[in-house]
């Protein structure tokens, strides 16, 4: 409410007005600490960074079936192939734990992609019905089970199958990563409106192969090749090539 309106001499004798609030005045600077301060405390950012590491990390693949696939217009499909079957082969060297499930795979969604099951021998994937897959109980106790704090989420779409179940982990008091790159979804608007969802929710934002070399760590380890190699960066290659060549 106002309590007074202050006229006062502006520029060429023009008034200028100013409302007097009650209580004193905050000055701009105090209002961005404190907004700064709530931004904080609601994504869990209070304590220090901890890490991924092959210790404390999962891996938690969402619906990527061949019917969804055929929806996704932000990622080329060869592109999305290659990063999800690229982050699970990299985890497999890591030795990450590795849960995949499906939606509905006996409808129009489909199976899983011939490549990703390749990739993944012997992986049991959890078909479900449920929206948020954390809703899903199966889903949830093999999620427990891996005993992970820290946990990388992709998913198809990017702003349901991944954005949910890592917005509830961090309801959990776990740590949510998702791999933007591989995950995918059916239109820009939903891509952006899901990437700042789960930014204002707490959840970490990141590329799969950044994830998998921080778990990595050092270079010297003996999975490194194995990782690398699952990974198939083509700029890697380019730089191995290059390196070869002024080998000789």
């Not at 290659?82 to 590795?98: D, E, G, T, Y």
């Not at 049991?124 to 992970?148: L, M, Q």
């Not at 933007?180 to 930014?199: C, I, P, W, Y």
Request: hydrophobic share 45%.
């Amino acid at each position: 409410m106002l309590t007074a309106l202050a006229i006062q001499g502006g520029f060429m004798g023009r008034p200028k007005f100013a409302a007097v609030m009650f209580g004193a005045a905050r000055s701009p600077a105090s209002e961005i600490q404190k907004s700064e301060s709530q931004e904080k405390e609601m994504s869990g950012q209070n304590h220090p960074y901890e890490p991924l590491t092959s210790e404390n990390a999962a891996v938690v693949l969402v619906d990527h079936q061949v019917g969804l696939m055929t929806g996704v217009r932000d990622i080329s499909t060869g592109e999305l192939k290659h990063n999800v079957v690229a982050l699970a082969k990299a985890a497999k060297a890591l030795k990450l734990p590795i849960v995949v499930t499906t939606t509905a795979r006996d409808s129009m969604w489909g199976p899983t992609f011939p490549e990703l099951v390749e990739a993944l021998p012997g992986v049991t994937i959890i078909d479900r019905s449920s929206v948020n897959a954390f809703d899903d109980a199966h889903v949830a106790r093999a999620i427990e089970a891996t005993g992970r704090k820290k946990l990388i989420i992709a998913g198809i779409s990017l702003e349901v199958c991944a954005a949910l179940p890592a917005i509830t982990a961090v309801g959990k008091g776990l740590d949510a990563y998702v791999a933007v790159d591989a995950s995918g979804t059916f239109s820009e608007t939903k891509r952006q409106a899901g990437l700042l969802r789960m930014a204002n929710a707490g959840v970490v934002l990141s590329d799969y192969a950044t994830l998998m070399v921080e778990i990595l760590k050092d270079n010297a380890r003996p999975e490194a090749v194995e990782v690398y190699g699952a990974m198939d960066m083509p700029w890697a290659t380019l730089v191995g090539q290059i390196a070869q060549a002024y080998g000789k």
